[in-house]
Nanobody, 118 residues
Framework: QVQLVESGGGLVQPGGSLRLSCEAS????????MAWYRQAAGQLRELVAS????????YADSVKGRFTISRNNAKKMTVFLQMSNLQPEDTAVYYC???????????WGQGTQVTVSS
């Protein structure tokens, strides 16, 4: 069973930056897309950024120009989310997702907390 392990979250001041990583524990065949979601306390989980395997990316309006999704080309894929000019409203638990494998299933990370506060 492939697992996604996230890292890079933490406490940062407004205007600061963080880089989240999401590493697969094993190879996922036929990857279709990757994405980052976030869920603030008491809120629904929302899509922040996505990338199809062909490189096409999409971003939530609230993070356009500040966040960048990317990946490496390793056999065990790692997906990144570079976040800059962070604001208190970016505070949330961030989850990564990779879509692929037999039946094009969803693989989820366990979540990493990002807190933006002075």
């Amino acid at each position: 069973q492939v697992q996604l392990v996230e890292s890079g979250g933490g406490l940062v001041q407004p205007g600061g930056s963080l880089r989240l990583s999401c590493e697969a524990s094993d190879e996922i065949l036929s990857v279709y897309a990757m994405a980052w979601y976030r869920q603030a306390a008491g809120q629904l989980r929302e899509l922040v950024a996505s990338m199809y395997i062909n490189g096409l990316t999409n971003y939530a309006d609230s993070v356009k120009g500040r966040f960048t999704i990317s990946r490496n080309n390793a056999k065990k894929m790692t997906v990144f989310l570079q976040m800059s000019n962070l604001q208190p409203e970016d505070t949330a638990v961030y989850y990564c997702k990779i879509i692929g494998g037999r039946g094009r299933r969803d693989y989820w990370g366990q979540g990493t907390q990002v807190t933006v506060s002075s």
